[in-house]
């Protein structure tokens, strides 16, 4: 039996659990009021900067013990519950199920979000092209394997905004049937995946043949089908498939992320902490390289990321992919991308959007 004082301690929860749910009805009323202004101005319903105000707000008054993360967790889930009842949301993504870009979109989104599967990143934009999808997710670059060439590419004919970055952290499992490493016979998994884990493969299993799939989430449905094999991939992709985890945290860089943008129609207002996207393509004339960065070192404009790929229409001439910090109505950005306009064949700009996590300093 239960001591008169747990049981007293229980009623209290009850009690506070009973006033959390009369609070979360009271904010999802206003939430709908919202919403009818929104309509009203002709606003977007999906506000990143303003989600992200709400995390750092809460996260700066928690006293604890309830841990920061679990805050923001426990938001995630209240706003998307919110905005769904504002708008349906619906969110494409590069698939299938439990891939990482599936984990990056719950948690930039919420499991209220209808998040779609799609096969292929082209796929990805034209459903928000067509507007089948408000958003889609796609993956753009990893810390340890660099950037992802088939997303940067669409960028070139898309008229699609980037309108947020989401920073995820990359562990690798290793997943069989029966989590035993003496029963694996084949380890099967995205390109990508076996590469970030290449050093743990070699040092525990250097005979066993690898064998590259299209998912990390397809390799984990192999698992479930064979016993003889196993999977890299992750956490989640264990619990979908019902998988056990053999070793946990294999890849060789433990400070392993990929990096998620979120590509929308419209570009956010500035949130006080923003990143500005663009690319463009110069003309072949001696000091071309110094003189597309000049306008940006003589404004103290913090430059993140330089990346470049070659046009495919033309031999030997190549499109810039330049991240900034800053948001594009700030006067310095603004007044320094027209100066660099006038060096280009063409530029456009992708979007402004907040920083995603601790971030680069202005």
């Known amino acids: ?94 698939g299938p199920q439990s891939t990482f870009t599936h984990v990056a979109a719950m948690e930039q989104f919420g499991l209220s979000a209808q998040l779609v599967s799609q096969k292929s990143i082209p796929s990805v934009f034209e459903e928000v092209e067509r507007g089948r999808a408000h958003y889609g997710v796609v993956p753009v670059e990893n810390s340890t394997e660099g950037v992802v060439n088939h997303t940067l590419d669409m960028f070139i004919s898309s008229e699609l905004q980037v309108i947020a970055e989401i920073m995820l952290e990359i562990s690798h499992d290793l997943l069989s049937k029966t989590g035993k490493l003496e029963q694996v016979g084949r380890v099967v998994s995205h390109p990508q995946a076996l590469a970030q884990c290449r050093h743990w493969l070699e040092e525990n299993l250097p005979d066993t043949p690898q064998v590259d799939l299209s998912s990390t989430a397809a390799a984990a449905q192999m698992a479930a089908e064979d016993e003889s094999v196993a999977a890299i991939a992750s956490h989640a992709a264990a619990r979908e498939y019902g998988l056990q985890v053999v070793k946990a945290k294999i890849e060789d860089n433990f400070n392993n992320f990929t990096r998620f943008l979120v590509i929308g129609r419209k570009t956010p207002e500035p949130s006080g902490r923003d990143k500005t996207s663009i690319m463009f393509s110069v003309r072949d004339v001696p000091g071309i390289l110094y003189r597309m960065l000049e306008p940006f070192s003589k404004r103290d404009i913090n430059l993140v990321k330089i990346e470049s790929r070659p046009m495919k229409q033309k031999a030997w001439e190549y499109i810039f992919f330049l991240d900034l910090v800053g948001h594009v109505e700030d006067e310095a950005i603004s007044t320094a991308i027209e100066e660099l306009r006038g060096y280009c064949h063409f530029l456009k700009i992708l979007g402004s959007y907040p920083i995603s996590g601790p971030g680069e300093k202005e």
């Open 1 to 94: 039996m239960s001591s008169p004082n747990l049981k007293k301690l229980r009623d209290k929860i009850d009690h506070i659990d009973d006033q959390i749910l009369g609070l979360l009805n009271n904010r999802a009323q206003i939430v709908l009021e919202v919403g009818k202004a929104k309509a009203g101005e002709s606003r977007e319903f999906y506000v990143p900067s303003r989600e992200r105000a709400i995390f750092e707000r809460l996260q700066a008054g928690n006293q604890g013990p309830f841990p920061n993360e679990s805050v923001c967790r426990v938001f995630r889930e209240i706003i998307s519950a919110s905005l769904s009842l504002e708008l349906p949301m619906k969110v494409a993504f590069l």
